[in-house]
């Protein structure tokens, strides 16, 4: 089903003088989309922010574990 919007870009498309190179690029872009370098771009990013995302869990785990052993310590030491 197509909406006045859809119709909208493809009239836009068939009335540009200069032609764009990418088509679907230039539908998304009438239909308020991101370009497909601003989707590559937002892409690469979520990637890395995923990698970071998973070294500071892993950061996170460790940190909790030897807070975990140092508790434990302190529990056992005969001193105490």
């Not at 872009?29 to 370009?35: F, N, V």
């Not at 940190?63 to 140092?70: A, K, P, V």
């Not at 434990?72 to 105490?80: C, E, V």
Request: no cysteine.
């Amino acid at each position: 089903m197509s909406t006045s919007y859809d119709v909208a870009a493809l009239v836009a498309l068939y009335e540009e003088n200069d032609k764009p190179s990418s088509a679907v690029e230039f539908v998304q872009q009438k239909l308020g989309g991101p370009s497909i370098s601003d989707y590559e771009k937002l892409k690469a990013e979520k990637l890395d922010l995923q990698l970071k995302y998973n070294e500071l869990l892993e950061t996170h785990k460790e940190t909790s574990r030897q807070l975990e052993e140092l508790k434990n310590l302190k529990i056992d030491a005969p001193w105490n």
